[in-house]
């Protein structure tokens, strides 16, 4: 099975911050990585697909990069709306794979 | 607008089964990939199954932690999907999410773009 190894577990920005967390997956996955926001109670919510792509309606200050093994996602202005905890996904190779998480805290 | 409602949580007990539902609406269902995806409290998302259209024989994936216990199933002509549980254990509580499947063009994979809200499952005697 892929690992996908996300880093860090936690983290603590101001607003207006910018904040990017990584995602490793333990062998080359192409660009099949996905980006979901959850917030507490609530379903993850789709926010980037093949790496780099803009699920639509999501604000452009998401953005996601990388290839291969090593992906991140970048928030360019870090707002009260962004806290919760963000998950990568691979889904190159069965069974699909999530990263443990990072949970946003806002300072 | 695109809507997921999953049914069918509750509590059981271990070595029970159980079988969830998933209704959609404002899409074609038929021409998707249809994902389960299950979140322990407190834990992190952890995907349990697929299922895939028509077209691929509506070929199923499993995660080892199901596979020979979970079973996905659809009927595409009720816009629904399903997850048949059998002998649950404790491991198994969880908020399990219905997710839609999306191809962004021919050439690319599946992704989970849409969620249900989920519907819980425990485990216990």
């Known amino acids: 099975d892929i690992q996908m190894t996300q880093s860090p577990s936690s983290l603590s920005a101001s607003v207006g911050d910018r904040v990017t967390i990584t995602c490793r997956a333990s062998?080359?996955?192409?660009?099949?990585l996905a980006w979901f926001q959850q917030k507490p109670g609530k379903a993850p919510k789709s926010l980037i697909y093949?790496?780099?792509s803009l699920q639509s309606g999501v604000p452009s200050k998401f953005s996601g990069s990388g290839s291969g093994t090593d992906f991140t996602l970048t928030i360019s202005s870090l707002q009260p709306e962004d806290s919760g905890t963000y998950y990568c996904q691979q889904y190159n190779i069965y069974p699909l794979t999530f990263g443990g998480g990072t949970k946003v805290e806002i300072k | 607008e695109v809507q997921l409602v999953e049914s069918g949580g509750g509590l059981v007990q271990p070595g029970g089964s159980l079988r969830l539902s998933c209704v959609v609406s404002g899409f074609t269902f038929s021409d998707h990939y249809m994902d389960w995806v299950r979140q322990a409290p407190g834990k992190g998302l952890e995907w349990v199954g697929r299922?895939?259209?028509?077209?691929?024989?509506?070929?199923?994936e499993y995660a080892a932690s199901v596979k020979g216990r979970f079973t996905v199933s659809r009927d595409d002509l009720k816009n629904s999907l399903y997850l048949q549980m059998n002998s649950l254990n404790s491991g198994d509580t969880a908020v399990y999410y219905c997710t839609r499947g999306f191809q962004p063009d021919p050439r690319q994979h599946f992704y989970m773009d849409v969620w249900g809200k989920g519907t819980t499952v425990i485990v216990s005697s």
């Open positions: 299922t895939k259209h028509r077209a691929e024989n509506y070929a199923t």
């Open positions: 062998q080359g996955i192409k660009n099949y």
């Open positions: 093949a790496t780099s």
